[in-house]
C-alpha cells in the first residue's frame, strides 16, 4: 500500500475534521483543501497503477466526495452550517475505508467505451441523491422540532444545529434542486444500463436485484418530481419519497456490494 495514499486519506479526513468545527469562512477554504485531497486518494484508489477497482467502500467515498463538492457549491450562496455538520464528520471516516475494502478489479471491463461513462455518471448521480437523503433528514428534524411543542423540549446541542439551519422554505428549495439533478443523472445511468447493456457489461441485460432497486427508485423518484409538478407535493409527503427512493439505490449497489465483500468474502 503506497504511504503516499495513505497520507493523502489521513490529510483528507483531517482537513474535513477541521472545516466541521471551523468558522464558516475558514471551513470553505478547509473543505476546498480536503477534495483536492481526497479527489487525488480517489483516483489512485480506484485507478492508480493497478487498473480500475471499485466496490462499496470507494462508491461511498466517491458519493461524499461529490455530496461534499456540492454542499461547497451551495455554501457559496446559503448557510449550510449544519449541513458541514452532518456531512464532514461522516466524510472523514469514509475517506480512509477503501484502504481496507478496495473492491473488486474492473481493469478488463474499462476497456469498454461506455462502461467508464456509466460508472462516472452512476456514481455522480449516488452522490448528488445522497445530499438530497441528507438534506431530506434535516428537514424532517427541523419540521418536528418546530411542531414539537414547549420551548426547552429541544437538547441544547440539536438546538444549536437548527439555529445554523436556512428556513425550511430554503431547504426544500435546494433539495429539489438537488433530486431534479440527481433523477436526470440517475435517468441517463439506468436507461443506459438497460439499452447498452452488452456495450457496457460484455453481456445482455440481466434482471438482477441491482437493476430492480435501480429502476424502482427511479420510478419513485419520477413519481416524486411529477406530483411536485402537478399537485404541489411538499412537506413529510417528499421527505419519505426522498428517503425512501434513497433506501432503494442503497440496496441497489452499496447493499449488496457490502455483503458480498464484508459478510461473504466474495470479490
Do not use: N
Not at 469498454?112 to 452522490?127: D, E, K, N, Q, V
Not at 436485484?209 to 429502476?215: A, C, I, Q
Amino acid at each position: 500500500m503506497p504511504i503516499l495514499l495513505v497520507i493523502a486519506c489521513l490529510l483528507a479526513s483531517l482537513a474535513y475534521l477541521v472545516a466541521w468545527r471551523a468558522p464558516a469562512r475558514h471551513a470553505t477554504a478547509l473543505m476546498l483543501v480536503g477534495l483536492a485531497v481526497h479527489a487525488g486518494a480517489l483516483y489512485v484508489t480506484s485507478v492508480g497503477e493497478s487498473g480500475w477497482h471499485f466496490g462499496f467502500a470507494p462508491i461511498l467515498s466517491a458519493t461524499l466526495w461529490i455530496g461534499i463538492a456540492v454542499l461547497w457549491i451551495e455554501g457559496l450562496s446559503v448557510r449550510v452550517e449544519a449541513l458541514r455538520t452532518v456531512l464532514l464528520p461522516l466524510a472523514a471516516i469514509v475517506v480512509p475505508l477503501p484502504l481496507l475494502f478496495p473492491g473488486l478489479d474492473l481493469a478488463a471491463q474499462a476497456t469498454r467505451p461506455l462502461f467508464l461513462p456509466h460508472l462516472l455518471i452512476g456514481t455522480l448521480a449516488y452522490g448528488v441523491l445522497t445530499m438530497a437523503a441528507a438534506h431530506a433528514l434535516l428537514m424532517a428534524a427541523a419540521e418536528r422540532a418546530l411542531h414539537g411543542g414547549a420551548p426547552g423540549v429541544t437538547a441544547p446541542p440539536f438546538a444549536r444545529l437548527l439555529e445554523d439551519l436556512p428556513p425550511l422554505l430554503v431547504l426544500e428549495r435546494i433539495l429539489f434542486r438537488f433530486i431534479g439533478l440527481g433523477f436526470a443523472l440517475l435517468t441517463l445511468t439506468a436507461f443506459s444500463g438497460v439499452l447498452f447493456s452488452e456495450e457496457i457489461f460484455g453481456q445482455p441485460l440481466r434482471l438482477d436485484h441491482k437493476t430492480v432497486f435501480t429502476l424502482i427508485a427511479w420510478v419513485v423518484f419520477a413519481v416524486l418530481l411529477l406530483g411536485r409538478r402537478l399537485r404541489g407535493w411538499r412537506g413529510r409527503t417528499a421527505l419519505r419519497l426522498t428517503l425512501g427512493g434513497f433506501v432503494l439505490l442503497l440496496l441497489a449497489y452499496v447493499g449488496s456490494r457490502l455483503v458480498l465483500e464484508v459478510i461473504l468474502h466474495r470479490r
